[in-house]
């Protein structure tokens, strides 16, 4: 099978069936500016800027971070949410060769002094109201500068206010900015953003790096605890553009992509400001995800493509559902000729089906992952399939692996075969920053010398070559040497009408390895609890082998979740030996006897 399904059994090598661009992601926006100049590039706030306004503010701040000492190859850590200066800052350093660290304005401060310490920065750029973190991570690292960012500008007069108080705040009831200010003891020094750009020259240096230089280091471990930072090179992320594309078969200079998902997440990166810039779309650019300003802007400007992520989807569907029926009406008439694609964490099919039967649009899920740039799959714009994460990507080879250490890879992706899916492409990144044992473990080479990616997914393909996540390799719960998968039965207990949220971790036990204990969000008090269990249990007994089904149901509040919607596992493994009190087993005459029989 050729490398556009993306089939490989031998691990041969394939030919490529695209083209690629062969200049770096700084000179996109010159080629966008080149052809689509007048185009607005960026609408924001009731602001608009056109491809060539975005090129002359990025070409100004490139060649004031120049005078700055910030050189090729010198990294630049960037904790910005979505603004036009997030945009114009990532597009300077790459004019100059320099290296994105790209990190957001919600990493905690420890978090981000081990960033600082792996990644070593010459240059901050960060919003105003991190001030105090910025300057106590700084404290380990004298020598460096930063740059802030302020958003008080764009605010209406009556938020300005607002936006002050949090700013004298967050300085300790010191108004002003932080220009000039020194970290103690170091040679540090902060100015602002528009200081800079004000007093820089309208050209910058002329760098061009090489397409296997880095462009983007991207931290990553959001759902394992474990900082990691993958080196994403230029070839990488055209790559991925590129595959995106000619998936989307975007129009050149007539596209409006809603840009709600966050840029410092790689998905909010590739889908939102590369494909964009790559195609000479209109960025219709949020900050932060409020449903009803998602809303506003869908029914004035009518995005044609709309990339989501489930946490994004949700609150979607129940505002459709909730809000005033004349504004529903505007928004699904204004969705009718767009694109929505979903990705970050997994869409549920009751939740892709709400959505269709709510706006008349199926929902095409993708799948990828920091390390991959981050798309691997997606499904077909035309005819996705509900539940599936699609096709793999043009140029993209998969092969299937083992389960166990001592498992032999699966000879073939056919109907049905499971194993975990390994990735081969131009989009997987080369490794992890000083990080060669994770590397290794997720990085290996055929014979043939090509590099595989391990996601560390189980996945199932289908008679015609779609495939379906059903776990993560780490999850699978050993319960008395059968395997369980916590996301069937997480998707199984989601289909009850009174749970909102739902997760599955296994929790160690003497007599069976492992037992199988979810935890229940139902958002509202549970007063009938037997009644409930009863009721959960029936459902899973009803789709689940006998030895899936939970021993043990915990009903808690909420679940730990990533900005992006992706569970965190980890956090509910922390405390999985200490069990709340506020659970329900299930009894051992209705359900301890599984474990018997497999004894």
Same mark, same amino acid.
């Given at each position: 099978?050729?490398?556009?399904?993306?089939?490989?059994?031998?691990?041969?090598?394939?030919?490529?069936?695209?083209?690629?661009?062969?200049?770096?992601?700084?000179?996109?926006?010159?080629?966008?500016?080149?052809?689509?100049?007048?185009?607005?590039?960026?609408?924001?706030?009731?602001?608009?800027?056109?491809?060539?306004?975005?090129?002359?503010?990025?070409?100004?701040?490139?060649?004031?971070?120049?005078?700055?000492?910030?050189?090729?190859?010198?990294?630049?850590?960037?904790?910005?949410?979505?603004?036009?200066?997030?945009?114009?800052?990532?597009?300077?350093?790459?004019?100059?060769?320099?290296?994105?660290?790209?990190?957001?304005?919600?990493?905690?401060?420890?978090?981000?002094?081990?960033?600082?310490?792996?990644?070593?920065?010459?240059?901050?750029?960060?919003?105003?109201?991190?001030?105090?973190?910025?300057?106590?991570?700084?404290?380990?690292?004298?020598?460096?500068?930063?740059?802030?960012?302020?958003?008080?500008?764009?605010?209406?007069?009556?938020?300005?206010?607002?936006?002050?108080?949090?700013?004298?705040?967050?300085?300790?009831?010191?108004?002003?900015?932080?220009?000039?200010?020194?970290?103690?003891?170091?040679?540090?020094?902060?100015?602002?953003?528009?200081?800079?750009?004000?007093?820089?020259?309208?050209?910058?240096?002329?760098?061009?790096?090489?397409?296997?230089?880095? @462009?983007? !280091? $991207?931290? =990553?471990?959001? #759902? *394992? +605890?474990?900082?990691?930072?993958?080196?994403?090179?230029? &070839?990488?992320?055209?790559?991925?553009?590129?595959?995106?594309?000619?998936?989307?078969?975007?129009?050149?200079?007539?596209?409006?992509?809603?840009?709600?998902?966050?840029?410092?997440?790689?998905?909010?990166?590739?889908?939102?400001?590369?494909?964009?810039?790559?195609?000479?779309?209109?960025?219709?650019?949020?900050?932060?995800?409020?449903?009803?300003?998602?809303?506003?802007?869908?029914?004035?400007?009518?995005?044609?493509v709309l990339p989501l992520a489930p946490a994004i989807i949700e609150p979607m569907c129940k505002a459709?559902?909730?809000?005033?029926?004349?504004?529903?009406?505007?928004?699904? @008439?204004? !969705? $009718?000729? =767009?694109?929505? #694609? *979903? +990705?970050?964490?997994?869409?549920?099919?009751?939740?892709? &089906?709400?959505?269709?039967?709510?706006?008349?649009?199926?929902?095409?899920?993708?799948?990828?992952?920091?390390?991959?740039?981050?798309?691997?799959?997606?499904?077909?714009?035309?005819?996705?399939?509900?539940?599936?994460?699609?096709?793999?990507?043009?140029?993209?080879?998969?092969?299937?692996?083992?389960?166990?250490?001592?498992?032999?890879?699966?000879?073939?992706?056919?109907?049905?075969?499971?194993?975990?899916?390994?990735?081969?492409?131009?989009?997987?990144?080369?490794?992890?920053?000083?990080?060669?044992?994770?590397?290794?473990?997720?990085?290996?080479?055929?014979?043939?010398?090509?590099?595989? !990616?391990?996601?560390?997914?189980?996945?199932?393909?289908?008679?015609?070559?779609?495939?379906?996540?059903?776990?993560?390799?780490?999850?699978?719960?050993?319960?008395?040497?059968?395997?369980?998968?916590?996301?069937?039965?997480?998707?199984?207990?989601?289909?009850?009408?009174r749970v909102i949220d739902a997760a599955v971790i296994g929790r160690d036990d003497p007599v069976q390895?492992?037992?199988?204990?979810?935890?229940?969000?139902?958002?509202?008090?549970?007063?009938?609890?037997?009644?409930?269990?009863?009721?959960?249990?029936?459902?899973?007994?009803?789709?689940?082998?006998?030895?899936?089904?939970?021993?043990?149901?915990?009903?808690?509040?909420?679940?730990?979740?990533?900005?992006?919607?992706?569970?965190?596992?980890?956090?509910?493994?922390?405390?999985?030996?200490?069990?709340?009190?506020?659970?329900?087993?299930?009894?051992?005459?209705?359900?301890?006897?599984?474990?018997?029989?497999?004894?």
């Amino acid at each position: 099978m050729d490398g556009q399904n993306g089939h490989s059994e031998s691990g041969k090598v394939f030919e490529s069936t695209l083209q690629y661009p062969t200049t770096p992601l700084g000179q996109l926006l010159d080629q966008s500016a080149q052809r689509f100049g007048n185009t607005d590039a960026i609408m924001y706030c009731d602001q608009r800027w056109t491809y060539d306004q975005l090129l002359q503010n990025a070409n100004r701040l490139a060649a004031g971070l120049a005078l700055q000492g910030v050189l090729k190859g010198d990294r630049v850590l960037m904790t910005l949410p979505n603004c036009p200066e997030f945009i114009i800052c990532f597009m300077a350093v790459q004019k100059l060769g320099g290296i994105v660290v790209n990190a957001g304005p919600l990493m905690g401060g420890d978090d981000l002094q081990q960033l600082m310490a792996m990644t070593t920065p010459k240059l901050i750029i960060a919003i105003d109201l991190q001030f105090p973190m910025i300057v106590g991570c700084c404290q380990r690292n004298t020598n460096v500068n930063w740059l802030s960012v302020s958003l008080k500008d764009y605010q209406p007069i009556w938020k300005r206010l607002g936006y002050r108080a949090k700013l004298i705040q967050a300085r300790g009831g010191e108004s002003g900015h932080a220009e000039g200010v020194t970290v103690d003891g170091g040679s540090g020094y902060s100015m602002r953003l528009e200081e800079l750009l004000a007093h820089s020259p309208a050209r910058p240096p002329s760098v061009v790096p090489e397409l296997d230089d880095t @462009a983007v !280091l $991207q931290p =990553t471990g959001g #759902t *394992s +605890g474990t900082l990691k930072v993958a080196i994403l090179s230029h &070839r990488n992320l055209l790559a991925n553009v590129t595959q995106l594309s000619t998936l989307v078969r975007l129009r050149p200079g007539q596209d409006r992509i809603l840009s709600v998902l966050p840029m410092f997440h790689v998905y909010g990166l590739s889908t939102c400001l590369f494909t964009a810039i790559f195609n000479a779309a209109t960025m219709l650019l949020l900050t932060r995800f409020r449903v009803n300003d998602m809303l506003d802007v869908i029914c004035r400007h009518k995005p044609t493509v709309l990339p989501l992520a489930p946490a994004i989807i949700e609150p979607m569907c129940k505002a459709l559902e909730s809000g005033p029926e004349k504004r529903s009406i505007e928004v699904i @008439a204004a !969705l $009718q000729s =767009t694109i929505i #694609t *979903s +990705g970050a964490a997994p869409l549920l099919p009751k939740t892709s &089906r709400r959505f269709c039967e709510l706006t008349g649009i199926q929902i095409a899920q993708g799948y990828g992952l920091t390390e991959a740039s981050p798309v691997t799959h997606a499904n077909p714009i035309d005819k996705p399939r509900v539940g599936s994460i699609g096709l793999p990507l043009p140029d993209t080879q998969v092969r299937l692996g083992g389960l166990d250490q001592d498992d032999e890879d699966v000879a073939a992706v056919g109907d049905n075969a499971t194993g975990e899916l390994l990735v081969c492409g131009p989009q997987v990144m080369s490794s992890y920053i000083d990080n060669p044992e994770e590397t290794q473990r997720m990085i290996s080479f055929d014979e043939h010398g090509q590099k595989w !990616l391990h996601t560390g997914d189980i996945v199932r393909v289908d008679a015609d070559g779609f495939y379906y996540v059903i776990d993560r390799c780490k999850d699978m719960i050993n319960r008395g040497g059968l395997k369980v998968y916590p996301r069937q039965v997480e998707n199984v207990i989601k289909t009850h009408e009174r749970v909102i949220d739902a997760a599955v971790i296994g929790r160690d036990d003497p007599v069976q390895t492992q037992i199988v204990v979810a935890m229940v969000v139902t958002g509202k008090p549970v007063v009938d609890r037997e009644g409930l269990v009863a009721s959960l249990r029936s459902l899973c007994r009803e789709h689940l082998a006998p030895y899936a089904v939970p021993e043990v149901i915990e009903f808690v509040k909420e679940l730990p979740h990533t900005a992006l919607g992706k569970l965190q596992k980890y956090r509910l493994r922390e405390d999985a030996q200490s069990p709340a009190e506020d659970k329900i087993s299930f009894g051992p005459d209705q359900d301890l006897h599984v474990a018997k029989d497999i004894h």
